[in-house]
């Protein structure tokens, strides 16, 4: 049995490289991608208590998995308006460095 | 008390043509501002000349409710009319005054570049003075007594390019302010202790309390703050310092205004309010004091002035002072009397003087004038009339006023022989300085033409130094004689200088006003007389006869002395300025008041202002507070603004360094 511990040390490992990820990164793809990190994260993190409070005997706390379901329904319309956004951005700028995107208007 | 609806209408009127020509004369021609001006004015004098016709002393007074205007419980004041004697002669002074004065100004100011301006002002001024005079409570007559002030003040800076001008007009205002704030007190006073300033109901309540002995009270001090605003309004010592400055304007302004009409309000108001006055025989006593000194002060000054409205402007301060003496000695209508004659007379000094101005091209100093009457005879005509007027010679106007008031100062239970002797003192000093000035303008040689060439007159540089209308389209190498449209108005005050005097035969005018004032004269001549006191009453006729003897006396003796040294020998009146030396400067300069009050009040407020206000507490506290709160928001702001730099990854960052600050704080207060 791998304890509550070790899953939430693995979703704040996730969490914080998704952080450091999108800190760090120029390409607006891979801050994307460290967007997705984060969120995932928090999924598991989700899951692990709810598996966790289930195992403890409460039968209903299945809050924490229709959760992640919902995140991962928001995740992907992210995904496919953040996608649609990025060519948007790289056919007007011809760069996906977001330090040279730093005017909304052109 | 008799309803009158028409009453409203005269004020409006003027204040209608005011507003026609204020805001439309601009784009209009001159005569269509000329025709909107001089037909309201005029419908207001037709208008008060009917209800003159229609007055009857049995339904008087008249009165009319216009409008509420302040209703604060038990406290009203409204938009109320009144008319009686005493405002029905004031309403024919100055409709019929300013109505010819408005057709004077017509051919004055014609060249004047600002002419709606000047006739659109002249019909504002007529509007705020008829409320004054037909007001029925002391907060309606307060706006006009304001509302003539704004005007005045307009008008003296009418020229408001020239410095002198503007100057004038702001010390006019000012010390006006001066004596508004004793009205204004007084007004306090009266709202505190009758719960009105309707007029019935406060002399009604004012009448109720006894009279005040020795300089103590109420009524006293009500009294003595009136005459404060009296003073300021009516220039009487130690409030006139703004009046000869007022000549700035131009000369119909100073007839009409600061001659005629205006600056007698404060004579009509402490008449208004003679029955708190006759109640508190300390104010009256002051009232005649300050009335008498005044007349007496402001004719020494007139002898060794040299511009001709300058004497004129203290002879009116100097006549004031007569009515203002009449007052103080309870002889109300006599000082609204001499009020009226020298609407009259003093209005014709000014026009004529205007005439005289207009005539020459603008100048003003009498040194350069002399010999006029051959050319200006009109003009010398009607002068002629108003200088013996003024100067107490029978049977003109000013003759039958001032022996009355004269007479009322020794005789009146509130008179003295010294008011009298002081009196008759200032009627000789009046009609020296007066036939000095007839002589010097109008006998002689013509002393201008030289200057003129001197000065090189094409400049215009006269008529812009001396205030009066310069641009004349023609040169001016001979005096010539002014315009019919401003001789008419000369003529029919002449006339009205030379009988106007004669409703005061036999005591007609007292008996007249005496539903108002129920003054000494007319009882006397009301109630049945005993033998004893028939006696009395021819000695007293007896003595006011001689009396009357003796102003006339000295009115011909002021002529006399004034021919002998300003027209057979004109070498003499320097050789006197010069052994007089040092009295004589003092009284050229005016005694110095001006430099006196520069010293003791002008500049100690003026450098207290700029050290303690301005740069203290405007610049120091206020502006400083402002100030350095802006720029330290604008340091900040300048710091903060760095975080919206546009760069993603820093917003990022911002948002990460709060989410961590958020959940340090949430470890922090779950460990505690």
Redesign the interface.
Known sequence: MIPLSCYLVLSGILFVSG?LG??IK?NIIT?FMSIELMLNGVNLSFVAFAAHWHMLGNVHALSGQIFVFFVMVVAAAEAAVGLAIIIAVYRTRETLN??Q????KL | MTPNPYLWLIPVLPLAGAAINGFFGRHSSKKAISTIALVFCGAAFLLALKIAFGFSSAAAPYYFDFAHWIRAGNFQADFSFYLDQLSLVMLLVVTGVGFLIHIYSVGYMWEDDGYYRFMSYLNLFMFFMLTLVLAKNYLLMFIGWEGVGLASYLLIGYWFTKDSAASAGKKAFIVNRIGDFGFLIALFLIIQHFGSLDFTRVFAAAQALPPETAGTGLLTSIGLLLMVGAAGKSAQIPLYVWLPDAMEGPTPVSALIHAATMVTAGVYMVARSHVIFERAPGAMTVVAVIGTLTALFAATIGIAQTDIKKVLAYSTISQLGYMFMACGVAAFSSGIFHLMTHAFFKGLLFLAAGSVIHGIGGEQDMRKMGGLRVYMPWTFLTMTIATFAIAGIPPLAGFFSKDEILWMAYSSPHGSWVFWLIGVVTAFITSFYMFRLWFMTFFGDYRGTAAHEEMGHSAGGHGSRAGAPAPHGHGHGEPHESPWVMLGPLVILAVLSFVGGWVGINHRFDLFLSPVFRSHAAFVQLKALTTQEVAQREAADQLELAFTGISVAVGLLGLYLAWLLYHKRLDLPEKIAASLGSLYRAVANKYYVDELYAVLFVNPIVEGSTAILWKGMDQGMIDATVNNGADSARHVSDNLRHMQSGNLRSYAGWVAAGGAVVIAYMIWMGVR
């Open positions: 952080v999108f800190l120029r801050i977001v330090d995107v730093n005017l909304l």
